[in-house]
């Protein structure tokens, strides 16, 4: 009698588990970026999950994540989602070897989960996508192991090629597929960021406002090489906020709501809105997570509808004391009504920056701007409501965070010529930068090299009391090290003070300190 002994099965090695397991999440990841950036409204399954870890974040991690990574924090959070993704895919791969059906529930299971988060996007379809991206990796991480162990078999049944084209084929295999992954990912996510296919054009047609800015002022910019320009370009001004992906609303469907405590709710079209009375002004608005010397800070010329005129239109309750803006992603601002009715300020629901329809990534088709509040609270992008209730009914997004509830902006300075740590010649050195204090204005300012006393500097003619002004000290420099402060008077008098915080709950504080070498 023969016995026949059955043959084993092959499994692939760990390492071959694992490279088709990363193999599979990045045809996954790939696929259904590729996928969202094609198909108008459907999701990406990173930005889905992105906006998940930013809506679990502690109190505390706006502000370490700004001073770790500054307005790179959007693309480091998107690389990390999708690395965490294909490191699970490939332990995912290594649990193949020999529990393939625990590995096809796994990644059915995460695929529910990440549909799960991608289901609580407001303006997103996530179950195109998500079904693509599972799919893909299901297949991949079945398909891949097979071709190895198909390899294998036919090796140990055959003497040995030379070389093994089996396993090179396997690899070749891998590698092609996570480079057409990559190159789909990469794909998808410039239809995304610069709009769907067929998405409605991000730009408007607007008027000429009925009270355009004043002219600028005799001396309003001071002539310093490498100091910050009086007005900020679109291209070079600060972006901080939560949305991984700049929202595109459609201008045929956006609408902008007045609703809550008030007489006469009503909504505008975007061609109704800049069809209204428009007025142009120069403001300096600033980020609450900008450190002392940072550049979370810019000034230019906005364009758009007063919101006295909107309130008025609405009528506002007397007992509506806070106006809420909400955006088309569901983010939230909330700043005192009795703010935006101040007969000294001008807040606005800006339609266009520095001459030109908001960029998206500013706020298009609209924003909020109220001088003298940090953006956190008044500076909404993407405008979708204004809502008036009360202080105590209601808590922003940032509030529940630890940051303040009220946050007028800090009267600040900067140096940005020299730069610390600088090298340069001895002899006479232009120390300039900018000094801020909106809606106070910027009454002078002043400069202490190493202990001595504060000297005044020069001031450019301010613009307003809303922007900030530019400076400069000419300094007989002598060789050595130096320290540089800074310090800037508001309208009222006060002296920037130099007891230094961080900037959660209300901003920085400090004076802009840095060294320098004269040689």
């Known amino acids: 009698m023969t016995t026949i002994h059955d043959t084993p099965t092959p499994v692939p090695s760990r390492t071959a588990a694992v490279i088709a397991g990363i193999a599979a999440g990045a045809a996954g990841l790939g696929g259904a970026e590729l996928l969202a950036g094609l198909i108008p409204g459907a999701a990406s399954p990173i930005i889905a999950v ?5 809506s679990l974040q502690p109190p505390g991690a706006k502000q370490f994540v700004v001073e770790l990574f500054g307005e790179a924090d959007k693309l480091i959070l998107n690389l990390f989602i999708a690395a965490v993704a294909v490191a699970l895919a490939g332990g995912i791969g290594l649990l193949a070897r020999h529990r393939s059906g625990l590995a096809r529930l796994a990644i059915a299971v995460g695929g529910v989960a990440a549909l799960a988060i991608g289901l609580r996007a407001p303006l997103s379809e996530a179950i195109p996508t998500f079904v693509v991206a599972t799919a893909a990796a299901g297949i991949v991480i079945l398909v891949l192991p097979a071709l190895f162990t198909l390899a294998q078999s036919r090796r140990e049944q055959a003497p040995a090629e030379m070389p093994d084209w089996g396993r090179r084929r396997f690899l070749g295999t891998s590698i092609a597929v996570v480079g057409v992954a990559a190159a789909s990912g990469v794909a998808g996510r410039a239809l995304l960021d610069r709009g769907r296919l067929g998405a409605q054009p991000q730009a408007g047609s607007i008027p000429d406002p009925t009270a355009s800015a004043p002219p600028l002022p005799a001396g309003a910019s001071l002539d310093i090489p490498d100091l910050s320009p009086l007005i900020t370009p679109n291209r070079d001004f600060y972006r901080i906020d939560t949305a991984l992906l700049v929202p595109r609303p459609d201008l045929e469907t956006w609408r902008l709501r007045v609703s809550g405590m008030v007489d006469r709710p009503f909504e505008l079209t975007y061609d109704e809105l800049v069809a209204l009375p428009l007025i142009e002004q120069h403001v300096t608005i600033a980020c609450v997570s900008n450190e002392v010397g940072g550049g979370l800070v810019g000034n230019a010329l906005w364009t758009g509808v007063r919101l006295k005129d909107l309130l008025e239109r609405a ?8 106006i809420v803006g909400r955006a088309v992603d569901d983010f939230t601002v909330g700043f005192p009504t009795a703010w935006a009715l101040a007969d000294d300020r001008e807040a606005m629901v800006a339609v266009a920056m520095n001459g030109e329809p908001l960029p998206p990534s500013h706020g ?98 301010p613009i307003s009391d809303s922007t900030w002004v530019q400076w400069v000290h000419r300094w007989d420099a002598t060789p050595g090290d130096h320290l540089l402060r800074v310090r800037a008077i508001d309208g009222n008098g006060d002296v920037q003070t130099d007891a230094k915080s961080r900037p959660a709950p209300d901003g920085a504080r400090g004076h802009h300190t840095i060294q320098v070498t004269i040689t």
């Open 364 to 461: 298009f088709p609209a924003r909020l701007i109220v001088p003298g509040l940090y953006g956190y609270v008044s500076a909404t992008k993407w405008l979708a409501e204004i809502e008036l209730t009360r202080l105590e009914s209601f808590d922003a997004y940032w509030v529940p965070l630890g940051w303040a509830k009220e946050a007028p902006i800090l009267t600040q300075s900067r140096i940005d010529v020299p730069r610390g740590g600088s090298r340069i010649p001895g002899g006479e050195v232009a120390v300039a930068g900018v000094a801020w204090a909106p809606d106070r204005g910027i009454s002078g300012v002043e400069v202490q090299v190493d202990e001595d006393g504060w000297q005044p500097a020069e001031i450019s003619a």
């Open 315 to 322: 009528g506002v309750q007397a007992d509506a004391t806070q």
């Open 50 to 54: 992105g906006d998940f870890v930013i």
